[in-house]
């Protein structure tokens, strides 16, 4: 595959790792904050193209994983794009919001799995 094909080319041909895996990058629609971040694989892939609900390749339980299939918090997505060498996916999702108003993306109840910030000076971490 030739790197202007990659770059600047209109199709679609995402880069999966010697795993078979690809990272996206999760961004609320709403919000455009950054939710998650998981791993696709090539069924996962197409699973989400296919049904416009996002679907990830969970790497601790080695299977497909349907976001929201149990907790209720499904992931429409609204957009994908990919980075300059497709090695990288980006989806923008809405989902249900939550009884406070929040969208519920991370499985501690959270709004975002980024939810502590470093600290620069001491490496700490704060909430």
Request: charged letters at 25%; one cysteine or more; hydrophobic letters at 35%.
């Amino acid at each position: 595959m030739e790197k202007a094909e990659l770059e600047e080319g209109t199709r679609f041909l995402p880069r999966f790792d010697a795993k078979g895996l690809i990272p996206c990058i999760v961004t609320s629609h709403k919000t455009k904050g950054v939710l998650m971040m998981a791993y696709m694989n090539e069924e996962s892939l197409k699973l989400s193209l296919q049904s416009g609900e996002a679907h990830y390749w969970s790497r601790s339980r080695q299977e497909i994983w349907h976001k929201g299939a149990t907790s209720g918090n499904v992931q429409t997505i609204v957009a994908m794009r990919t980075d300059c060498d497709q090695d990288c996916i980006w989806i923008e999702v809405d989902m249900p919001a939550g009884q406070d108003g929040t969208e519920v993306s991370c499985h501690t109840g959270r709004e975002s799995c980024f939810y502590r910030s470093v600290d620069l000076g001491d490496s700490t971490l704060k909430f």
